[in-house]
């Protein structure tokens, strides 16, 4: 479903069921994904950067109860008070969050009464959307859209934190054993697409649609000419790096990210592994042989940098991207996302003549640092904190990967991470000077 | 069921209905601990310290495996050889333990797979010890007895590492709601016990039944006259060190306490906190209101040092609590142990001219530290990693407490924490000279 | 002096005597500017980021000894071959660098040896300018050029650096006890100058004098129309920030400033101290009441960007400095800079209508991250490694300061730091959408 | 000179002369050790537990004027109030001493201004033991000789820390280049030197002259029988040790010692490496090869439990090595001490029935935890501080080294060292049971 401006502006002519659809087929969705899950699996937090199962169940459903229930609909009552300060994750605003790197302290609440919790804010957030207090209906809309795309957004996070905790444990547990893996295609040669300089329209127009605030607004920015490649960078390419030496030179290497290789003892992606001379990795489906034509992924910046430097080229800016990006998609954005049923990238077949794999697959490092546009406002209040206040310090990324929901993706999205974050299914393509 | 020297060296004589009686009873009782527990808390590493419950009982488990099954047993078939480094603790001898501060990333095994581990080495025990080996009985025996020991060890570290765990949770949850505090009676005022100067034996005779090799061999120790408190310190007495600015007054410490003191910002014992000017604790009941009669409970070395200063007194020696202790229960050991049911050090009345509750309760810190004594040996092989290589940096603490198995401790029983630890049951009484 | 373009093309132009001038009136500023330093003062290395005065003054030697002298002058022999490792800063390429927290460990060699060091190097590349060989004269006179760059900018890391020396040691000693401070004059308000949206060229033509390498090349940005502030921010200003508690609002910081803040504590710019209600400042004329009219220094990428948000206000960009930076200066970049003798940024009154302070004073934060301009190229070979391998996690600062040699700034230079580093001499300037 | 227990108890018959001779002495011989300093070697603290020979220098005039100077000489004015908290080593109720990682950024005081120190509280102790007040000499004269004896242990410091100062530097600057290496005899086999048990008087009787607080009270002790070496371990054994595997067997090391050699990468003693297959160490004489001969020397206490379980030995207790070291010595302490020039333990050829080398060269580690022995009582006062707060995480070391003085030493000296040191001059006799 897409919700055009019209009905974002007017929210009374929205069909209420409409609505009610979207709200349950998303967070049915959350659940699906955890029902491979062990009770033990949805417990453990595997570094601070990864949260527990269960603690992105509650979290995205305490983002309703905090934002929505709690303001507008007083007969709301919550299960627990303390839960409000266990599910808080970063809202500095709304109260003291509970310490992120203790999350996997916590065995209460259950896993059972996670879900507890769940179906009692969706009763009361059912109750609400089919009949919500006109006055305050459009502000409520826009914060059930924003908060179904929260809640998307950990659904990748669920997809990327439970690959890291099952890649901890030496018993090698797969996520799934249903997956089967894609056929290997060789991709073919690298090609280069040419891009001409002018003046270009970047960022979200927020008349057509919904995006986050940090997509927004349009504005101009001049490019010079560039070229970008037809595909992602695959694992065969990424391994010549890997013969080439490449994790010992230090001249292909940012300053930080040669320090990062050697204090993390850096020889290859994350999830890689060599037995008997052969590469393998670490998938949602288990331990599998590295796929040559598959696109590489679980690399950092600093890898997908020097790989780069290396390969003679560099990383797209976002604005590259998301000019070749518009050009080659249109408003269709297909590719290998999470409906797919991979959950692992895919070796595709481009044409030397169109940029593939934009959208899925990988989510692509730009040579950007994550900033705000010109003209950039947070959203006001507490939910200001979303996006905004993570602007220094990380990377922008783009298109999307196959843990990402269809509908979650744009064009205009912005992801951002560390620049020596690997656990994200963060892979690269390579641009160039034209 | 104490085993007598004569049993120890010639097993025929033992009956095997009797070994067998006491291996189930004993490891039916780790399991009867869990039994509060959800499958979540089984999860859960809260510190370094600290083991996930189900890794506990697993790990008991590879204590039979490894050293009695695998050796022994050759028709044993273990059930996934990936256990034998999961919960391998820290015997380098046999292999690499998996790093202990990540015990806490392991969903799987999860414990519904850690009881079927337990319960296939469970058989493989039971036809074992029916009909041993004749050539490797005595061994067998040996290894049997000092498995059950150490998981007696581990159940009560089970009830240490419950109650860390479940201590970090904001939603403060008991292990047991059915637990009651015990009625709380002035335990009278304290009594100072004399001893005479002399020669004294020290440590355990082999030939007397079970104990760890540190707690022997038999030697001699020459002790000059000193006095022992007639029982612990109590919370009113240590509330007293507290009110008189014991946790701001550097010359009541050692340097390294004084240096933690400020470090982790310690103002009580562990899991005290203070309402409304009243001060609480953490129990295994949930939290209670601290009684004022109970010993203190939850002190590092370090503050039971500087309480012991800033009494005007110091910590017992451990030769002088061992003498104490012999003279006082001769060979029976009554006390508050986990069999009582209390899992929290209670009051007691003790007469002036007696010492009371040098079992069970609190640990009690001595002055000692925790080396070897002259003429120590190891057990044979990588047993001999059991105790002798922690006898450094460790302080040794006597007695037992109240998650302690009453058939688990003996007068000359050695146990030994860091001196800034506090999350065992540990407390102290106070020495003097005559 | 200033060398043109064609001179930089066609060096043997170059009048030698004016090379030589240039290269001694350079290196004589180092020296001078260590004159009130006591030896031991030249050998503090007070954090991982400063470096001992004596290692700045023999780094820069190597520069010259190891770029120019090793490759060019055959006849060249070092004084002790250790130093090429112990004077290594970074160049990976070049051999192992001596690690750098590890600087201020080296008592050899002494400061009169590296003066030694000085002289050594002095002579012979006295000898090589005098008569360079023919065939490498334009490398070595680029080179040259470079090396006298790189030199004066250890000029300013020394100020910086012997600042956050002395300013460690509760004596308090001043750098320099004859530097006066300026009158203070009230600035008047703040004006914003307007500027149209348009393409800029932006970037150093290498055609018109020296720059570094990331300075270029030129290359063409879109900018929406802005406002920027007609002067730095000034202590009185950043006062009425601390008041309003901007120190303590969450709101006000980005999620990595915020922690920032509590992690160091952070109340006030650095330097800063609160006497008997009045606040007071380290400068290199010792401790001094806090000017209210000059600029605000020693602040963080972080402070700025929080102050810029509580005066509803933001950082510029890099290119939008330029652009205003390039039509306030023309060509001539007038400032206090280090020779003016301040040492510390002093209040101005600016016109309404004309930005002041642009250059000199204090560095001022943009909103820029430092990443690479389109179609940048590193120099080949070692001194490839001189600035590009930096562009990750830092922010880029314009227009020099109060310690940087007047002939060293220009509008296109780039200095940049991480975000939280606050002993350069950092101050900010506002900017807004017009 | 030897102060006798009566003219300790009666100061008034000392000759005044006599004492002034010896604090000068003592206090020329801490500037005699510091002549062969550049500034620079002044300044440098190279790790935390090391401090700037400057430092040392005014820390010990620091110890005469805080505890003499300022309570007893009505007239004394100190040159600069921070002294006072600069070189305050640890004492937290004198004042809070300034931190000791950061002793290494004070440039400040210099070098001549601790000379002036020293000369200023030199001058008013001159005046003060010259005409001590009455009622209070006798007390003065006890902190007199206790600030000698604390001089004179940091002249051992002293030597300790310039060493490794001079260590870190890859210039490999020696302390003195005028120490020849001691002629390298073989030391012969090692011989068992056997006693009988016994109950044994350990600890120093204050009747009869100096000692520090916690070489006391005198007090009984039973020893079983016991062989103690006729000398320490060579390096040749040690290099036997090292062939044999024993820094990459784990069954030779305490668990926290093995931890320690995986942490830090040890391979051998502090100071050597190898180099075309031969081992060398960094000695005050500058890099020398190793003597198979002498004393191993820079081994923790780790490494020396390490070689005595890998020789089937162990480490003497405290009390063994005091027994053995009084009836070797009587009240005679020869041995090679800082007087004797080499400043690097030497091989010597003992007999094979005394023990050799008791006294001087190294150090002895013991197998005893520094502990308070019974009835021990601290001076009153700050001074209490001296020793007593220490005990805790540390071992006892016995016997002096190549670089104590030779009247600063008992046979009831306990040093005292974190297990995991190696900086001191230590190493190790072996004991067994008899």
């Known amino acids: 479903m897409s919700l055009s401006a019209r009905q974002w502006e007017t929210p009374d002519t929205l069909h209420t069921k409409e609505w009610l659809r979207r709200y349950q087929r998303i967070r049915q969705a959350s659940e699906r994904l955890c029902q491979p ?11 601070d950067d990864v949260s527990p199962p269960k603690w992105h169940l509650a979290h995205v459903t305490w983002f309703f109860e905090a934002f929505i229930l709690v303001p507008f609909q007083p007969r709301y009552r919550s299960l627990d008070p303390v839960y409000d300060h266990l599910f808080n994750s970063y809202y500095e605003t709304h109260g003291v969050p509970f310490p992120r790197p203790r999350r996997g302290t916590l065995s209460r609440p259950t896993v059972a009464d996670v879900y507890r919790f769940r179906a009692h804010v969706d009763a009361a957030m059912v109750e609400l959307l089919e009949s919500p207090p006109p006055e305050h209906a459009a502000e409520i ?8 795309h929260h809640e998307q957004q950990h659904q990748e996070l ?17 996520y ?22 002018g003046i270009r329209e970047i960022g979200h127009d927020l008349q057509t649609g919904f995006a ?10 001049f490019l010079e000419a560039f070229r970008l490649a037809n595909r992602p960078v695959t694992n065969a390419e990424f391994l010549a790096f890997i013969e080439d030496g490449g994790y010992s030179r230090p001249e292909l290497w940012l300053s ?21 001379g052969e590469w393998y990795h670490f998938t949602l489906g288990g331990l599998r042989r590295v796929d040559p034509h598959a696109p590489v992924v679980h690399v950092s910046f600093f890898e997908a940098d020097a790989y780069a430097r290396w390969a003679g080229a560099r990383l797209p800016s976002e604005a590259e991207w998301e000019v070749a990006a518009r050009e080659a998609a249109g408003n269709v954005m297909h590719g290998n996302f999470v409906e797919s049923g991979h959950l692992q990238p895919v070796a595709a077949s481009p044409g030397a003549d169109a940029a593939s794999q934009l959208f899925g697959d990988v ?72």
């Open 37 to 47: 899950l062990c009770t033990e699996d949805y417990v453990i937090q595997s570094m």
């Open 141 to 148: 809309m826009r914060r059930v859209e924003l908060g179904l």
């Open 158 to 174: 669920l997809l990327m934190d439970i690959k890291h905790i099952l890649a901890q444990n030496p018993l090698c547990p797969g």
């Open 176 to 197: 799934r054993d249903d997956l089967t893996p894609a056929p290997a295609e060789p991709p073919g040669e690298l090609a280069w697409l040419e891009h001409a300089a």
């Open 212 to 221: 986050y605030d940090n997509e927004g607004p349009v504005h101009r920015q």
């Open 256 to 276: 930080d990210g040669w320090q990062q290789v050697g204090q993390a003892d850096w020889q290859a992606p994350l999830y890689w592994v060599q037995r008997d």
């Open 363 to 434: 989510w692509e490092w730009t040579g950007s640092a994550y900033r705000p546009y010109p003209g950039f406002r947070t959203l006001p209040g507490t939910l200001g904190e979303y996006n905004g206040k993570f602007m220094s310090g990380q990377m922008v990324l783009r298109g999307g990967c196959c843990a990402t929901p269809a509908d979650h993706i744009r064009a205009t999205y912005r992801n951002f991470f560390p620049p020596h974050a690997r656990w994200a299914f963060s892979g690269l393509r390579l641009a160039r000077e034209a």
